[in-house]
């Protein structure tokens, strides 16, 4: 296959390119998250008075197509710097064969990034370690290094560059999906998706920092942010800017958009599976959207969705086999997930089901408390339920239904 064809190359500025792959090769992105939909990675590369400067490169292993797209614009001898603001190899992946081709390149980034590079690349470049809020000017333009940590990684920084009010974020503000637009001026509803279910699964475990690390930024540049330009999907400019800092704040809040309650189980044979049969009913009759993620001998639900999908969700529902005498092991990664990426915050109702030990409610219950969820409620089954236990699971779903 030829991968040129998924190379982009645009301006986003007068003077400032961007250089898109889009990768349809990922079938696991952090060798994790499935994402049959895609994923972009986005390098930024200003010109100003014969002095180049790129952000950030591309994933390991495109060595020779990030070459080819940086060669059709410039000689890579005039490179002079390299920004890396995060130094996760999907966007510091090709920095040893700049390097190799031009030694004289400096690097510029957090001090952490420099520890960085040198563990993973084992080279030994010019490196110039940024202070937060200096400002490095080239030509008629002004970049200010803004220190970002822990979005999602130590050495995180933004730059923000002026007159053109552009700020170049690497993860924040980046989503999976391959848009068809290397710029939007609105963000439509499903690219939001595509938005949170990035910032779950990556930025989630920290989302204590994006609220401390947003205001920061939108102070140091005055409100002013005309283009966001992130490393992963479509670039933000006129409405998309502000609509993007809102949903971030909702992403980061976990607050509840329209009443959705996501159902997440697993059934070997099917007894679970009709309990959530009648609870999808009676949730739906409610007026609730409900989402539902199965773990069956049929069918593998997409757990990365499901993570971004319970982020504004209202509730959660789970139905947990017993296996071995614990959770069924989808379900006890699925719980992990929950805890580490949600860190609480939402209701959940717990149904569990048994043969002949009834021994998951009480540890499911705790481990999920610990963590900051409300337990509404655990429900435990012994194979198929009685017409007492479907009255019993209607009782604490009005539970969840008022929970406030
Ligand atoms: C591979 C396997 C392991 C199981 N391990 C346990 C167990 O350790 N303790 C228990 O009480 N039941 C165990 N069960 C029984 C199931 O938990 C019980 O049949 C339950 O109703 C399954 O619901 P489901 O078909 O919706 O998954 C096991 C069942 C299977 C198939
Ligand atoms: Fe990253
Ligand atoms: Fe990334």
């Known amino acids: 296959m030829n991968k040129d064809a998924n190379v982009i190359i645009d301006k986003v500025g007068r003077d400032l390119y961007i250089l898109r792959y889009n990768d349809t090769d990922t079938k696991y992105f952090e060798a994790l998250w499935e994402i049959p939909e895609g994923v972009t990675y986005n390098a930024y590369l200003l010109i100003e008075d014969g002095t180049a400067i790129l952000f950030d490169t591309w994933k390991k292993g495109l060595d020779s197509e990030f070459v080819n797209a940086l060669n059709s614009i410039i000689d890579i001898r005039e490179l002079k710097y390299i920004v ?8 510091s992946g090709i920095i040893k064969t700049l390097y190799e081709k031009n030694p004289q390149i400096t690097i510029l980034g957090s001090s952490m990034a420099n520890k ?16 937060d809020g200096e400002v490095l000017t080239i030509g008629d333009y002004k970049l200010t290094f803004i220190h970002i940590p822990w979005l999602h990684w130590p050495d995180t920084i933004a730059t923000y560059i002026s007159p053109i009010n552009t700020l170049i974020t690497c993860d924040v503000f980046g989503a999976y999906s391959i848009p068809k637009s290397v710029i939007i001026d609105d963000i439509p509803e499903d690219y939001i998706v595509s938005m949170r279910k990035y910032f779950t699964n990556i930025i989630g475990f920290y989302r204590d920092n994006v609220i401390k690390n947003l205001d920061k930024v939108l102070s140091i540049t005055n409100n002013k942010i005309e283009v966001i330009a992130p490393s ?18 909702e992403f980061a809040l976990k607050i509840p958009r329209d009443s959705k309650i996501v159902i997440v189980y697993s059934s070997m044979y099917g007894f679970i599976d009709s309990i959530m049969n009648y609870i999808t009913q009676v949730l739906n009759n409610w007026g ?12 593998r639900s997409n757990i990365g969705d499901l993570i971004g999908d319970v982020n504004n969700a209202f509730g959660i529902v789970l139905g947990i086999s017993t296996y071995d005498t614990e959770p069924f092991p989808l379900m ?9 990426k949600l860190r609480g ?6 149904i569990t089901d048994y043969g002949w030990g009834d021994v998951v409610p009480k540890h499911v219950k705790t481990r999920l408390e610990k963590a900051g969820f409300t ?7 012994n194979g198929q339920p009685t017409e007492r236990e479907f009255g019993r699971i209607l009782g604490v779903l009005q539970n969840l239904k008022n929970f406030k």
């Not at 603001?85 to 999907?90: C, R, S, W």
């Not at 915050?345 to 717990?350: R, S």
């Not at 337990?375 to 089954?381: A, E, F, L, R």
Request: hydrophobic letters at 40%.
């Open 116 to 131: 960085l590079i040198r563990s993973f690349y084992g080279i030994n470049p010019r490196f110039k370690a940024v202070s």
């Open 84 to 91: 890396i603001h995060h130094t996760e190899p999907d966007h």
């Open 332 to 340: 006890d990664y699925i719980i992990e997930l929950l805890i580490r």
């Open 375 to 381: 337990v509404i409620d655990t429900v435990s089954i």
């Open 345 to 350: 915050g939402k209701p959940i109702l717990i």
């Open 232 to 249: 992963h999907g479509a670039v933000l400019r006129g409405n998309a800017v502000g609509r993007a800092i809102d949903v971030y704040r």
């Open 288 to 299: 609730f959207r409900i989402s539902v993620y199965r773990f069956t001998d049929k069918e």
